[in-house]
């Protein structure tokens, strides 16, 4: 069977990335529109409900617009805005979410894609609360260091432009210093946790790679638990998640002399989870590709779970 699929902001850099990944696939049409028609409605509206599956990768307010376009029954809208990630009416787009989530997301026609951030950070702490580790209302600590092209086109070309300077750009930048970050009721409607968890994003001078940090201490714990025991809570969550890998414990085999590869997930859709440290403290660390499971890989996934076909189809 043939599905056909429009990507509604597909010169973005979400949207260019699902085209490469559905481009290559037999059992995808893609439907395109004129560059001089993107913003013209009955043209979007025309493709959106022709399409089996239509991608958002719009600045909210325009993904909302493109939503209410839509007229078919049958259309399947998987959004990659921020605008309905924590609406009731719509299915969260992480099918490693929970047992039930896969099967959530083959019955919804309205599919929210997770943030980058909020992927890394759900992944980690999510099974700690499901397994009553964490209590519910513990605030969490964490930082997240990014490359670049998670802020889009224009963040990309200050970098590009840059990369001839010396000096310009060449640091890692924190931002979202008011704490109020745009993941944030994601991290905690999908965790669990009641409170919102301490946030600090950081973006890098290199292109894409993700890791989020969430620091741990055993008072935390609703009882004693060894890194050895969280690593098992983690592992034991998620096994046999074909994208998910929850490593051994052991500083030299996941670091490099003891430095983190941030990048080490890059052109992949795989998450990789380690727990770091002592009985005193730990550090619960959580890798991804922020253009890969972190957006367009995530979509993807999502669009096959839907439709039914290979979980993996075009992503690996």
């Known amino acids: 069977m043939t599905y056909k699929v429009f990507v509604d902001g597909q010169e973005g850099t979400t949207g260019l990335q699902i085209n490469e ?39 909210d307010d325009a993904a909302m617009e493109s939503v209410a376009l839509v007229d078919n029954p049958n259309t399947c809208i998987i959004d990659a805005s921020t605008a309905h990630r924590v609406n009731p009416a719509w299915t969260f787009g992480l099918p490693e979410l929970a047992k039930d989530q896969r099967a959530k997301i083959r019955v919804s026609k309205r599919i929210a894609n997770p ?56 640091a890692p930048r924190s931002y979202a210093l008011g704490l109020a970050h745009k993941h944030l009721p994601e991290m905690c409607a999908y965790t669990g946790l009641t409170a919102a968890p301490i946030f600090q994003p950081i973006v890098g001078p290199f292109y894409k790679g993700l890791a989020v940090t969430a620091y741990l ?29 929850v490593a051994p414990l052991g500083l030299e085999a996941n670091t ?5 590869d941030v990048e080490a997930c890059n052109d992949s859709n795989r998450v990789d989870l380690f727990v770091f440290g002592n009985d005193e403290r730990m550090l619960l660390v959580a890798r991804l590709d922020n253009l890969g499971k972190g957006a367009s890989g995530a979509a993807v996934q999502a669009m096959n779970v839907h439709l039914g076909v290979e979980e993996s189809l075009g992503l690996v």
């Open 256 to 260: 490099d002399g003891g430095f983190f």
């Open 21 to 59: 990944y559905l481009a290559k696939r037999a059992d995808v049409t893609l439907l395109k529109i004129d560059s001089d028609k993107r913003k013209d409605l009955a043209e979007r509206k025309r493709l959106i409900n022709e399409s089996d599956v239509t991608f958002l990768c719009l600045p």
């Open 115 to 170: 943030g980058c951030h909020a992927s890394a950070f759900i992944l980690a702490l999510k099974p700690l609360v499901a397994a009553g580790l964490l209590p519910v209302d513990t605030q969490i600590a964490a930082n997240s260091i990014t490359g670049y092209s998670g802020g889009g086109k224009k963040m990309i070309a200050d970098y590009e432009a840059a990369s001839a300077s010396p000096t310009q750009l060449k």
């Open 217 to 245: 201490h055993p008072k935390q714990f609703t009882r004693p638990a060894s890194p050895a025991e969280v690593q098992k809570i983690l592992a034991d969550y998620y096994a046999g998640e074909a994208f998910i890998r």
